[in-house]
């Protein structure tokens, strides 16, 4: 489990095609911290560290896992949001976070203001009972508060700590971002619908 509060960033820095799966060596200050087997989010996807050398670690995403997320899109030289999962005494500063993507959104805006962001994404119809005003969602690992919530769309702010210390500096209108919806509300949703 994780939490959606961004440890590190890392930089893909080799991408290997085997059959359906790629496999990807990522470059970070946490790479020494780290162990094999271990589970690590990745721009809010749960992958399994395989090997660790000097300061890369390695991981591999399969089919299923390209297909859902933007792991499929990542070249050399981009950036990720690194997390670990929450040990069991650990603070939950963000949300309850699985690392189980549940779609991809697009970035459709993006507005300045003094001191902070907005951030506006667009995301399929299907999902929209998962989201609700001033819900948790997780953005690329991140760990946000969704308002504006509309059958497709929904905005996030962003602080000065988070835009420094994340990904996120580097969304545009057009990115595609990795998207978890509130766990807590997919159960409730399932729950009701039977």
């Known amino acids: 489990m994780?939490?959606?509060?961004?440890?590190?960033?890392?930089?893909?820095?080799?991408?290997?095609?085997?059959?359906?799966?790629?496999?990807?060596?990522?470059?970070?200050?946490?790479?020494?911290?780290?162990?094999?087997?271990?589970s690590l989010s990745h721009n809010g996807v749960c992958l399994t560290v395989e090997e660790i050398r000097g300061n890369m670690?390695?991981?591999?995403?399969?089919?299923?896992?390209?297909?859902?997320?933007?792991?499929?899109?990542?070249?050399?030289?981009?950036?990720?949001?690194?997390?670990?999962?929450?040990?069991?005494?650990?603070?939950?500063?963000?949300?309850?976070?699985?690392?189980?993507?549940?779609?991809?959104?697009?970035?459709?805006?993006?507005?300045?203001?003094?001191?902070?962001?907005?951030?506006?994404f667009k995301f399929d119809e299907k999902f929209a009972k998962l989201i609700i005003e001033k819900g948790s969602v997780c953005i690329n690992g991140i760990s946000l508060t969704a308002y504006n919530v509309s059958k497709n769309t929904f905005c996030v702010g962003i602080v000065p700590y988070t835009y420094q210390h994340t990904n996120i500096k580097d969304i545009t209108p057009g990115s595609n971002?990795?998207?978890?919806?509130?766990?807590?509300?997919?159960?409730?949703?399932r729950f009701f619908e039977n």
């Not at 509060?5 to 893909?12: L, Q, R, S, Y």
């Not at 399969?62 to 792991?71: A, C, R, S």
């Open 2 to 38: 994780f939490t959606g509060i961004i440890e590190k960033t890392g930089v893909v820095d080799q991408i290997i095609s085997t059959g359906t799966n790629k496999s990807f060596w990522i470059s970070s200050t946490l790479a020494n911290e780290l162990k094999a087997d271990q």
């Open 57 to 120: 670690h390695r991981v591999t995403a399969i089919e299923e896992t390209l297909l859902k997320t933007n792991l499929n899109k990542w070249v050399k030289g981009d950036v990720i949001n690194l997390e670990r999962c929450m040990p069991l005494n650990g603070r939950l500063d963000g949300h309850i976070v699985q690392g189980h993507v549940d779609c991809v959104a697009a970035c459709i805006g993006l507005k300045v203001n003094e001191g902070s962001w907005e951030y506006q």
């Open 177 to 189: 971002v990795n998207i978890e919806f509130d766990i807590l509300g997919k159960y409730v949703v």
